[in-house]
């Protein structure tokens, strides 16, 4: 059993940082990409930013040069480091790992964090 756990979601003001964390755990052989994704009220649920195990990263253009996703491979941690957040920022964010359980590769997802930037 694969569990994804996600922290550090809060009730922030315009302009401040956050930093969520998610840490996986259970029978995971190797991990091949981790990343975040959202869901704004009313919205589909969008990539944020992703990280493959190479190092190379993906970011959704409204958080480019804000937002930085970083992993530590030993810990099977992602963090997503938020700077200058916004009111549009605030969504549930989730945690995902495309990852070898034993039996396959394949995507979990973790519960969801509530960030909310304030106005």
């Known amino acids: 059993q694969v569990q994804l756990v996600e922290s550090g979601g809060d009730l922030v003001q315009a302009g401040g940082s956050l930093r969520l964390s998610c840490a996986a755990s259970g029978s995971i052989v190797s991990v091949r990409t981790m990343g975040w994704y959202r869901r704004a009220p009313g919205k589909q649920r969008e990539l944020v930013a992703v990280l493959g195990s190479g190092g190379t990263t993906n970011y959704a253009d409204s958080v480019k040069g804000r937002f930085t996703i970083s992993r530590d491979n030993a810990k099977k941690t992602v963090y997503l480091q938020m700077n200058s957040l916004k009111p549009e920022d605030t969504a549930v964010y989730y945690c995902?790992?495309?990852?070898?359980?034993?039996?396959?590769?394949?995507?979990?997802w973790g519960q969801g964090t509530q960030v909310t930037a304030s106005s």
């Open positions: 995902n790992a495309y990852l070898h359980d034993g039996l396959r590769y394949k995507d979990y």
